[in-house]
């Protein structure tokens, strides 16, 4: 039986929170000291997969891994940016892997005249950053996968529950199959959210334990 080629959507922030958040192992350390290596996050999820599907379903095999992350700014954090870089660049030498970053969005502090703040170097004093427009970008990859011709199985890899409409949509195509994972701690019987179509029976779901999670880990020094 041939394998399911098969692409993971990553939503890299909330893959690497939510685990950090949800773990003992984890929760107490720095997050950058838990970060994600996503070839090995993908491999995990599908090894994962594989031992859970019963006898004559056939394995999934990576084609590729399409990470989506948010791209801290130049002006405003110069060190947190050329860290992403690097990261982006250590991550894509393997040719699966494509990282897409998309700028934060950043919050300013005003005065009572409604003019931005700045600090004794004159840059605009910054309270606050967010991702934005990272769930589009995974929706749109996860209906972009379903209908490629090239691949059989697409794994969404978030909790992010304004993606379910994407699992819909894709499902609605009747073309690639649409599975989804979530983080579970079953000494505690806590799971992350587990994200489920709308319209449609409930998709296939892997749960990934804090052993595989620190098996994703990336080793490398970025500082």
């Known amino acids: 039986m041939d394998s399911l080629r098969t692409a993971v959507i990553m939503d890299y922030q909330n893959v690497h929170l939510t685990a950090h958040g949800l773990f003992d192992g984890s929760k107490h350390r720095p997050q950058h000291e838990s970060l994600v290596d996503p070839l090995l996050f993908a491999n995990q999820l599908i090894g994962a997969r594989n031992q859970t599907q019963k006898v004559g379903y056939a394995a999934a095999s990576l ?9 801290p700014s130049s002006e405003h954090d110069p060190q947190a940016y ?24 950043y919050f300013y502090s005003y ?21 934005k ?15 490629n011709p090239d691949i059989d199985l697409v794994i969404l890899a978030s ?4 993606l379910e409409p994407a699992l819909d949509e894709a499902l609605d195509l009747h073309l690639a199959k649409i599975e989804t994972y979530c983080w579970y701690d079953p000494s505690k019987r806590h799971m992350s959210r587990q994200l489920r179509p709308t319209a449609h029976t409930a998709a296939w779901n892997t749960r990934l334990g804090e052993t595989q999670f620190k098996k994703c880990w990336d080793p490398t020094d970025y500082q």
């Open 63 to 71: 084609s590729k891994v399409l990470v989506y992350r948010g791209q």
């Open 82 to 105: 050329a860290r992403s870089q690097r990261q982006k660049a250590q991550w894509e030498r393997d040719q699966r892997i494509l990282v897409t970053l998309r700028p934060l969005k």
């Open 111 to 131: 005065d009572e005249f409604g003019d931005r703040l700045r600090d004794g170097d004159g840059k605009f004093v910054v309270n606050g950053k967010r991702e």
């Open 133 to 147: 427009g990272i769930d589009v970008l995974c929706a749109l990859a996860v209906v972009r996968e379903a209908r």
């Open 159 to 162: 909790q992010d529950s304004d």
